[in-house]
């Protein structure tokens, strides 16, 4: 029951976050898929996490894909938009 809850949980959490993520970076006007490709990845390790708990997929492949897409998030950090005041804009 408890990892029932959690997943619903997570999904819910996992949902709101993305909305979020889109409301802000139209308002604030930022395009592009370089720009979207960290928290694409970010929301990646994520799901793949939520899949690897259910299919009983927990293990050195699941990690590897996970140490993979937050190198990946990592890298494309730099095509975030920066404000002038140095501060990053989403």
Request: with cysteine; proline share 2%; hydrophobic share 55%.
């Amino acid at each position: 029951m408890l990892q029932i809850f959690l997943t619903i949980l997570t999904v819910i959490a996992l949902v709101f976050s993305i909305s979020m993520n889109v409301k802000k970076r139209r308002k604030a006007g930022v395009t592009g898929m370089k720009a979207a490709l960290t928290p694409i990845c970010f929301y990646l390790i994520a799901v793949t996490q939520l899949l690897a708990y259910w299919l009983d997929f927990l293990g050195i492949i699941s990690w590897t894909i996970t140490v993979l897409l937050l190198i990946i998030g990592a890298y494309f950090t730099k095509y975030l938009p920066v404000k002038e005041d140095g501060e990053i804009q989403f």
